[in-house]
């Protein structure tokens, strides 16, 4: 299984981390900064305007820069049977 990482932008000071992907969906996403037993799970859910990504780590604001279209034309290229209807 191949870990997906993404870089977030911390809003307070610009800097930039790397997290890795547990769940992507279009309404939210769940990562992973840190490792071992210094890790700490976020959930990043899609801005009013849906063009980026924010959730809160330990008190601090972290931005995924992509839209939520693109976030929907990414699970689509991964997994291009997720929409389409079952065959009975």
């Given at each position: 299984?191949i870990?997906?990482?993404?870089?977030?932008?911390?809003?307070?000071?610009?800097?930039?981390?790397?997290?890795?992907?547990m769940?992507?969906?279009?309404?939210?996403?769940t990562?992973?900064?840190?490792?071992g037993?210094?890790?700490?799970?976020?959930?990043?859910?899609?801005?009013r305007n849906a063009?980026?990504?924010?959730?809160?780590?330990?008190?601090?604001?972290?931005?995924?820069?992509?839209?939520?279209?693109?976030?929907?034309?990414?699970i689509?290229?991964?997994?291009?049977?997720?929409r389409?209807?079952?065959r009975?």
């Amino acid at each position: 299984m191949i870990n997906e990482r993404i870089k977030l932008r911390v809003t307070e000071t610009g800097q930039t981390i790397e997290a890795v992907v547990m769940a992507k969906r279009a309404h939210a996403i769940t990562v992973v900064i840190g490792e071992g037993v210094h890790n700490v799970k976020c959930e990043l859910t899609p801005t009013r305007n849906a063009l980026a990504y924010a959730g809160r780590v330990m008190g601090r604001e972290v931005v995924y820069e992509r839209s939520r279209q693109q976030i929907e034309a990414d699970i689509e290229k991964l997994n291009p049977n997720v929409r389409k209807p079952r065959r009975y």
